[in-house]
Each structure stands twice: as C-alpha cells, then as structure tokens.
C-alpha cells in the first residue's frame, strides 16, 4: 500500500516538474500577444476573452486583458466595474500603465483602453515612444496578453490584428457572421500579415453543428486565399452566458459546470497544448507594431 502511494507520489512529482519547466520555458520567450476579434459584432468576443483568461489563469498563467473596444469598455461592463484610469491618462503622462490596472477574476488584470485606443492614431513620436516605454513596463510580468477588439475590418482593428501574434477570428454560425469571419480573413491575408490565425466558433446549436461549419469556413480560406487558419473549437449556445451578463460575473466562475464553461477549458487546453505560434518579439514590440500599423496620415509624423 505504502509503495503504491509512493509511486503516486512520485508521478505527481514527475508531472507537476515537467508542466513548471514548460511553463518556465513559455516565460523565456516572453508575452503571447492574442488579439480577439471579428467580423460582426455581437458575436461573444469580450465574453469569450474574460472567461478564457479565467481558464487560462486557472492553468498558471499570468494574464493581462486590453480592453480595445473603441466604444464602451466592455469588458469592465461585463464585470460591473467602472475604470479609475484608461491608457489615455498613460497617454497623457498621468499615471503609470500599471496603475491603470483593475484587478479581475482569478488575478486577471485589465488595462481600459477607453478613448486611449482612438486617441493612439493622433500621437506624435515623442508620445509613441513614450507609450511603448509604458508598455514595456509590464513585460515578463505575463504571459499573456489578451485584446479585446471592436468588431470589423476598420483600419484600427485590422492594426491590433496585425500587430499580435495570434488572432482569435471570433463567428457565430448565422451566415452573416460567417461572411463577415471569412471577410475579416480575407483582409489580413490582403495585408500578408504574419499574425496566426484562429477560428472559434461561438453558439454552435451542436457539436457538429459548430465543427463542420467552422471547419468549412477554414477549408473555405485555405482553399480561396490560401491562408492557413486554424479551427481552435466552439462554445455551445448555453443560456448561462445571458445569465452571467446580466448578474455582471463572469459564467466560467459563476457556472463552472456549465457546457459554456466546459467548452471554454477545452479552449485554453488547445492554446497551451498545441504548437504555439512564433514569438514576434513580446509586448513591447507588440506596441511598437500596432504604432507603426496605423493607416498612414492618422500619425502626426512618421516613426
Ligand atoms: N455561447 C453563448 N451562448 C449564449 N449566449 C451567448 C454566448 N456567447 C455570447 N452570448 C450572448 O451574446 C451577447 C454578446 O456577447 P459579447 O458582448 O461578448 O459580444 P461582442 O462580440 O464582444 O460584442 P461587441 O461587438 O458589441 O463588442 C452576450 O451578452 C450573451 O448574451
Ligand atoms: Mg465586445
């Protein structure tokens, strides 16, 4: 009896050891900089990124959120908070990046973009170099940063897309939102843009449902353009998403055995177990991307 628990012990040892050096070599490549985004709006971008940075919390990782919605700050809506300070108080030398940060569910911490994201298009150089010395303030200090976009193709969007590592193309299975995904695509292949992308598919009626037309649309674009894109999974249609938004907590906390919740651990299992894309430099770098991103003329002068 001893022996067999000693042997248990032992494998949980060699486990636990193997999954700290894994995430300790994660940490030496620095941030993994994930725009979420879409198409159409109102398809689960801000619900999918604040329960997804809970599992991927619940997993050991430490996770920044940039709330980059161009219009309301969604994702302190979602959790009933009202922001003290926004990067445009960063902008505007107020206060430090850090300090903007709210401190969320599972020790997720979120930076309000709030009118800072529209007013990043005005800022001479002085001000950029100024934003991306903020930024680097945080860097190896997480291990992810997650962005929550407005919905489209607009210019400013594409430039937080452009500028990430990775892209979380976020759709629901209504053909509309399904055109608006592939369009969405279709622009950063336009572009030649080095970010990997993803497809999630969010309120599938079924499992097959979601699968097959999620696996459609990425045959789609391999097959169009020749852009490779990645089907990550889906989130089932669950009445406790609604339910969540309207008590303002998070549903992967407030129903933890809920099929939405289920969905979203098997998410944040795919992105840690599967091959993570190439590093394109951390956060700071990240920054200096989406600087350079912006559509020429919206900058003051050039970099
Ligand atoms: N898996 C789901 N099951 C059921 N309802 C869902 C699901 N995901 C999202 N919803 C519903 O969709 C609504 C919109 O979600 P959310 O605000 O996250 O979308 P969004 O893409 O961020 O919207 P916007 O483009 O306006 O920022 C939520 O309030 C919720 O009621
Ligand atoms: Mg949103």
Same mark, same amino acid.
């Given at each position: 009896?001893?022996?067999?628990?000693?042997?248990?012990?032992?494998?949980?040892?060699?486990?636990?050891?193997?999954?700290?050096?894994?995430?300790?070599?994660?940490?030496?490549?620095?941030?993994?900089?994930?725009?979420?985004?879409?198409?159409?709006?109102?398809?689960?971008?801000?619900?999918?990124?604040?329960?997804?940075?809970?599992?991927?919390?619940?997993?050991?990782?430490?996770?920044?959120?940039?709330?980059?919605?161009?219009?309301?700050?969604?994702?302190?809506?979602?959790?009933?908070?009202?922001?003290?300070?926004?990067?445009?108080?960063?902008?505007?030398?107020?206060?430090?990046?850090?300090?903007?940060?709210?401190?969320?569910?599972?020790?997720?911490?979120?930076?309000?973009?709030?009118?800072?994201?529209?007013?990043?298009?005005?800022?001479?150089?002085?001000?950029?170099?100024?934003?991306?010395?903020?930024?680097?303030?945080?860097?190896?200090?997480? !291990?992810? =940063? /997650?962005?929550?976009?407005?919905?489209?193709?607009?210019?400013?969007?594409? @430039? $937080? %897309?452009?500028?990430?590592? +990775?892209?979380?193309?976020?759709?629901?299975?209504?053909?509309?939102?399904?055109?608006?995904?592939?369009?969405?695509?279709?622009?950063?292949?336009?572009?030649?843009?080095?970010?990997?992308?993803?497809?999630?598919?969010?309120?599938?009626?079924?499992?097959?449902?979601?699968?097959?037309?999620?696996?459609?649309?990425?045959?789609?674009?391999?097959?169009?353009?020749?852009?490779?894109?990645?089907?990550?999974?889906?989130?089932?249609?669950?009445?406790?998403?609604?339910?969540?938004?309207?008590?303002?907590?998070?549903?992967?906390?407030?129903?933890?055995?809920?099929?939405?919740?289920?969905?979203?651990?098997?998410?944040? !299992?795919? =992105? /840690?177990?599967?091959?993570?894309?190439?590093?394109?430099?951390?956060?700071? @770098? $990240? %920054?200096?991307?989406?600087? +350079?991103?912006?559509?020429?003329?919206?900058?003051?002068?050039?970099?």
């Amino acid at each position: 009896m001893a022996k067999q628990g000693d042997g248990l012990r032992s494998w949980v040892k060699t486990k636990t050891d193997q999954a700290t050096r894994e995430v300790l070599q994660e940490r030496l490549t620095g941030t993994r900089v994930m725009a979420v985004t879409s198409g159409k709006g109102g398809v689960g971008k801000s619900s999918l990124v604040l329960n997804l940075s809970m599992a991927l919390a619940e997993r050991g990782q430490r996770i920044v959120i940039l709330d980059a919605d161009l219009g309301l700050a969604n994702i302190n809506i979602m959790l009933g908070n009202e922001p003290v300070y926004t990067l445009w108080d960063v902008v505007e030398r107020r206060v430090s990046l850090k300090e903007t940060l709210e401190t969320g569910p599972n020790g997720v911490r979120i930076i309000p973009g709030g009118s800072g994201i529209t007013e990043l298009a005005r800022l001479d150089s002085v001000e950029i170099a100024h934003i991306i010395e903020a930024f680097q303030e945080l860097e190896g200090e997480c !291990d992810w =940063l /997650l962005i929550d976009t407005s919905a489209g193709i607009s210019d400013n969007v594409l @430039a $937080f %897309v452009l500028a990430a590592d +990775e892209a979380l193309v976020v759709t629901n299975p209504e053909p509309t939102a399904l055109a608006d995904a592939y369009g969405l695509i279709k622009a950063v292949w336009e572009q030649d843009g080095q970010v990997a992308l993803k497809l999630v598919m969010n309120r599938a009626q079924t499992r097959d449902q979601g699968t097959r037309l999620g696996t459609r649309l990425t045959d789609l674009a391999q097959k169009a353009l020749g852009q490779s894109v990645e089907f990550l999974g889906l989130v089932i249609e669950d009445p406790v998403v609604a339910r969540a938004v309207i008590k303002q907590v998070p549903f992967y906390g407030a129903y933890p055995h809920s099929e939405a919740a289920y969905d979203v651990a098997d998410l944040a !299992d795919r =992105l /840690l177990h599967r091959v993570p894309p190439p590093r394109r430099g951390g956060w700071g @770098a $990240f %920054v200096k991307r989406l600087v +350079e991103n912006w559509p020429r003329g919206m900058n003051q002068d050039s970099m």
